[in-house]
């Protein structure tokens, strides 16, 4: 029996706490729902995993914390919900089609979309940003990755908020990759927006992901529905409740809750432990003739690493770690074409990822080292 390694932290982070697990379990046990009239367990419950995740995203408004069913809806919501026919958006070539997707949807319907300067490795030209916010004030928005599902660079976010909100241009980020990876202080950071999951990075489980509106942003919720406030007209934009129509997923939410309060280590100590395990594998395979490193250059960057060959379509290369070495990685386009055009790797069918955290260990590590250097020798 082939031992499996797990090396596709970036499509969903396993394996789950026990406290995660048990979590889901007693919450899915539980009876009742939150937001049914006079305040129940489940109403203070929701709150409590709101505080927690505002805490863990240095936040002291709770409430501008919502609760979406993953990512692409919190991005979707974004998105539809404050761009309109004329609006001008500058986004990056590097986005996932959960941005991308909606983008087109809206381009259709009369959205201007103009593509931010990048760098080779699809990292935005901040210069380029600053000069074209300095000559013109016709964006309505700033879309941009805060970190690659492809390559793991960091894009500057840090600097592109900056500039947004001198410009005056909201700045939405999605954030889906990073929560967990690195340490995020939204109060400082101050977007517009930031989207993140809940089952990858955070640990949670799959079903829940976290949006962060700033005060001065409201877009139109996505969705409508019962609350169990009001009558049966449109009700004024509340937070968290606007957003929340229907019942909400409270095993999940609970789950991702206790993936955030039962974690053992700071985040300092998992960027760090993390940084440590992306230098072994990019320097245990930098010299195997063959295989090609995406933006290997880079050390600010996610624990993900993926490599191209001349030798080996993705496919192969995925099916070969698998079958005879049991290394379950993630080959294609990643859900981002834009991005491998911009690298000249969607042609040859994109590229093999390998995604970790903390939780992997080194002899992983090792393990997919020696595999690589086999398959190549």
Known sequence: MIRKIYMDEATTSWPKSKATVDALVQSADDFGSSSRGLPSPADRELAHARSAVAHYFSCDAADDFIFVPGATYGTNL??????????????????????????????????????????????????????????????????????????????????????????????????????????VDLAELNPAAWICSGHKGLRGIKGVGVLYLRKDFNPRPLITGGTGFGDESIP????????????????????????????????????????????????????????????????????????????????????????????????????????????ETFQSGGAVRFSFSHETSFEDIESTVRALTEIFH
């Not at 979309?113 to 030209?125: H, K, N, P």
């Not at 395990?277 to 195997?288: A, D, F, Q, S, Y």
């Open 78 to 183: 974004v998105l539809k919900g404050y761009l309109k026919p004329g609006d001008k958006v500058l986004v990056s070539v590097s986005e996932h089609n959960a941005v991308l997707r909606p983008l087109a949807e809206l381009a259709a319907c009369g959205i201007e979309l103009e593509w931010l300067a990048s760098d080779a490795a699809g990292r935005v030209d901040v210069s380029a940003l600053g000069q074209s916010l300095a000559h013109s004030h016709e964006a309505a928005a700033i879309i941009c990755q805060h970190g690659s599902n492809v390559t793991g660079l960091l894009q500057p976010v840090e600097e592109i908020c900056a500039l947004g909100n001198e410009y005056g241009v909201p700045v939405i980020v999605d954030g889906a990759q990073v929560g967990g990876h690195i340490t």
């Open 236 to 343: 004024l934009l509340e937070r968290p409740t606007s957003y929340a129509a229907g019942t909400e997923p409270l095993p999940a939410i609970m789950a991702l809750r206790a993936a955030l309060e039962n974690e053992s280590r700071s985040l300092g100590e998992i960027e760090r432990e993390e940084a440590e395990r992306t230098k072994m594998l990019i320097e245990g395979i930098r010299g195997i003739e063959g295989i090609r490193i995406l933006a290997a250059g880079d050390d600010r960057r996610l624990p993900i690493v993926s490599v191209v060959s001349d030798r080996h379509s993705p496919d192969e290369l995925a099916f070969m770690l698998s079958r005879k070495y049991g290394i379950m990685t993630r080959p294609g386009l990643h859900c981002a074409p834009k991005l491998h055009k911009h690298l």
